[in-house]
Structures are given as structure tokens and as C-alpha cells.
């Protein structure tokens, strides 16, 4: 059994740790609610704006710039993937679990033969692409937690010009999607070229759109292209400030489990230590005698 100085040593090394975690979850839980409050905010214009894509991916005729962004290649050789990740770990599953979705999809695609690149967020999805498969197009790291389309117009800027310089033919988006606090689900959503709708409502059989079909539409397209990144993106924030509160609060729980145990272990070798002493002087007070 380790000695009494040794175990003291332990608990206070242990009590200091859970008061590390204790703070790093009451900052994690600080930055989750805005976090969430922000993701449920923008997702019903997010899913409007997926909505209204739909439906203009359904329409015909509308211009070579245009359906660009809504027509299916006839063979698809190059897939370019979006990876969300953070840039900082102690987060539980969260980064294991996106990336690991990521492994999955890539090994897919090559599977049918396909050319994969990764336009990646964050440095633990960078950090994982450089060890395992060196397939960077572009990196983002450092984004804050208070997005605007401004920060990640580059982002969309740089997968939509290789999309319509054909060097991808397919762009999907990899990321947490944020349920609730306990459960964050890694989600693969292809966002060029735009899914048409697939319910059977009729479309209406022209519009008139002014100053062009092109000028509106392409700008439409492009606009919510990039809120579908966006709207990634928070849910990814949301996702990994909950995983990180999760994973804190637990290991604050381990932390005083384990000083209980240690605390248990100390008196257990302070009985003994004082049990031992007394029988030393039991024994030599019998050896005068």
C-alpha cells in the first residue's frame, strides 16, 4: 500500500483537477445556451431556405449559370466534402464521432471509384486529414462561435467555384446536427448540386423575374447554399459546447469519486500506520517488564 504522504500527494492532485473541470464546465454550459438559443433561432429559416432550394432545383431552362448549381453531373467522379470539426478537444465524443462518419463516407466513395477531396473547419478534423489521408482542398480554423455569412463566404465561395469549374461533381456537408444537450448525431448532407423536391405538386408553369432569371435566381442559390453552411456550423458549435459540458461535468463526478476512494485509502493507512505504533510501544513496554 502506497504510503500516507504519497496518497495525500494524490488527493490534492486529484482535487485539483476537478476544480479545472468544475470551471471548464461552468464556461462550456455558459457558451451551450447561446449556442443553442442561436441554432434553434436560425434553423426554421435554414429549413425554409433547404425548402425553397428544392423547389428551384425542380425548375428547366433557367440558364447555364444557373444549372450549374441544380443539375446533376451524368457521372460522378469527384466528391469535395465540407468536414465540421473543432479546434480544440476535451469534448467528449464529439470530434471521434464526426470524424469517424467522415472515415466512413470517404470509404464509400472510393469504393465506386470516386476522387475525394476535403474542404475541412476546424483543427482536429485537419490534424486527423494530415495522419491518416492528406486530401486537404482548404482549411478554416479559428472560426468564432458568433458566426456571421461573412465568415464563411469563403467557405461557400470555394466550394461552389469548384463546383462549377466541374472540379467537383458532388459537395457534401459532414457535421454534428444538435438534438439536445445528451445527443449530437454526425449527419452527411449533399449540398451541390441542389437535391430537387421530390413531392408531387406541380410547379407553376413560368415566372417572371426581373432584371433576369440568372441575376435572381444564381444569387438566391448562392445565398442559400451559403446558409445551409451556416446553419451546419451553428449546429456543430451547439453540438460541441454540449459534449464538452457533458464530458467535464463526468469527469468532475470521476474526480470525486476518486478522492472518496483515495480519502477511504488514507484512513484505511493512518489506522493502520497508528495500529502498527501502538503495538510498537505495546511490545516494548512488554520487553521492560
Do not use: C
Not at 110 to 118: N, W
Not at 193 to 199: F, G, I, L, R
Not at 235 to 245: D, G
Amino acid at each position: 500500500m502506497a504510503s500516507t504522504r504519497e496518497i495525500r500527494r494524490r488527493i490534492r492532485s486529484v482535487r485539483n483537477i476537478s476544480q479545472v473541470t468544475r470551471a471548464m464546465e461552468a464556461v462550456a454550459a455558459s457558451k451551450m445556451r447561446r449556442a443553442q438559443q442561436q441554432v434553434m433561432a436560425t434553423r426554421p429559416y435554414a429549413e425554409k431556405a433547404l425548402e425553397v432550394l428544392s423547389h428551384i432545383a425542380r425548375l428547366h431552362g433557367s440558364g447555364d449559370a444557373l444549372d450549374a448549381l441544380i443539375t446533376a453531373r451524368a457521372e460522378i467522379k469527384r466528391v469535395g466534402i465540407v468536414l465540421i470539426t473543432a479546434d480544440r478537444g476535451l469534448a467528449g465524443g464529439f470530434n471521434a464521432n464526426v470524424l469517424r462518419q467522415n472515415a466512413a463516407f470517404i470509404k464509400e466513395q472510393r469504393d465506386q471509384g470516386r476522387e475525394v477531396e476535403v474542404v475541412v473547419v476546424g483543427r482536429k478534423g485537419r490534424d486527423w486529414l494530415l495522419r491518416y489521408d492528406p486530401v486537404i482542398r482548404a482549411e478554416f480554423t479559428n472560426m468564432p462561435d458568433t458566426l456571421a455569412t461573412a465568415d464563411i463566404a469563403p467557405i461557400s465561395r470555394t466550394i461552389i467555384d469548384d463546383f462549377r469549374s466541374e472540379r467537383f461533381d458532388e459537395v457534401h456537408l459532414i457535421f454534428t446536427d444538435f438534438v439536445n444537450t445528451l445527443i449530437q448525431r454526425p449527419t452527411v448532407q449533399q449540398i451541390l448540386p441542389v437535391v430537387p423536391d421530390e413531392t408531387t405538386a406541380t410547379m407553376p408553369p413560368d415566372y417572371i423575374f426581373e432584371p433576369s432569371v440568372e441575376a435572381v435566381l444564381e444569387q438566391v442559390l448562392i445565398g442559400f447554399t451559403e446558409v445551409q453552411i451556416l446553419q451546419a456550423m451553428y449546429e456543430s458549435i451547439a453540438s460541441e459546447h454540449s459534449a464538452r459540458m457533458v464530458a467535464m461535468r463526468n469527469a468532475t463526478e470521476a474526480a470525486n469519486e476518486l478522492v472518496d476512494e483515495l480519502t477511504l485509502t488514507y484512513n484505511k493507512a493512518r489506522q493502520e500506520g497508528i495500529t502498527r505504533e501502538l503495538m510498537d510501544i505495546i511490545g516494548g513496554s512488554i520487553g521492560l517488564e
